[in-house]
Antibody, heavy 117, light 112 residues
Framework: EVQLVESGGGLVKPGGSLRLSCAASGFTFSSYSMNWVRQAPGKGLEWVSSITSSSSYRYYADSVKGRFTISRDNAKNSLYLQMTSLRAEDTAVYFC??????????WGQGTLVTVSS | DIVMTQTPLSSPVTLGQPASISCRSSQSLVHSDGNTYLSWLQQRPGQPPRLLIY???NRFSGVPDRFSGSGAGTDFTLKISRVEAEDVGVYYC?????????FGQGTKLEIK
């Protein structure tokens, strides 16, 4: 069974940093590209970042480019999102998803990031 | 960036009746590999997204056959043949043809 479990969310002050993790199991993690998507409170879904299976290519939304870094450790079956210079508008639930079909076929339950002073 | 526009944004439906959601993209979603990466996701209250349909019309594993997708180029439709209570939630179209990936605004399906 495919499982994705996010962790690392919490309350952080504006300008602060946070590192999200996504632990994958139930599939060959190293064979799949992965996505991060977020959802601000009461709002719709927003794609954040994607990374290919061997980390050769990384893509970012303009809203996070230069502040967020996506990475992975295939030996640990883990996906990461390093977030710096956080802003109030980064407050959201962050979901990791397995990339398939130009979409995401499996998604974690999400981790909440709150940026507030 | 490709803009995805969904209509309607809210859809009250009677149980057992059909429902339809439209999604229009600001440019063609045909990829250079010949595929059209248009998908539909469902998000029930308090839940993560769930993939329903990929590449316009392919139902994902475990998705009931009352869900169907159609369309081409820039115009796409999700249809539910007979709405059930468990279908309540928000439905999103998403394009994965070109980065940045983009979602529609979401359509809230509710029971009358």
């Amino acid at each position: 069974e495919v499982q994705l479990v996010e962790s690392g969310g919490g309350l952080v002050k504006p300008g602060g940093s946070l590192r999200l993790s996504c632990a994958a199991s139930g599939f060959t993690f190293s064979s799949y590209s992965m996505n991060w998507v977020r959802q601000a409170p009461g709002k719709g879904l927003e794609w954040v970042s994607s990374i290919t299976s061997s980390s050769s290519y990384r893509y970012y939304a303009d809203s996070v480019k230069g502040r967020f870094t996506i990475s992975r450790d295939n030996a640990k079956n883990s996906l990461y999102l390093q977030m710096t210079s956080l802003r109030a508008e980064d407050t959201a639930v962050y979901f990791c998803g397995r990339a398939m079909y130009g979409s995401g076929d499996y998604w974690g339950q999400g981790t909440l990031v709150t940026v507030s002073s | 960036d490709i803009v995805m526009t969904q209509t309607p944004l809210s859809s009250p439906v009677t149980l057992g009746q059909p429902a339809s959601i439209s999604c229009r993209s600001s440019q063609s979603l045909v990829h250079s590999d010949g595929n059209t990466y248009l998908s539909w996701l469902q998000q029930r209250p308090g839940q993560p997204p769930r993939l329903l349909i990929y590449k316009i019309s392919n139902r994902f594993s475990g998705v009931p056959d009352r869900f169907s997708g159609s369309g081409a180029g820039t115009d796409f439709t999700l249809k539910i043949s007979r709405v059930e209570a468990e279908d309540v939630g928000v439905y999103y179209c998403m394009q994965g043809t070109q980065f940045p990936y983009t979602f529609g605004q979401g359509t809230k399906l509710e029971i009358k």
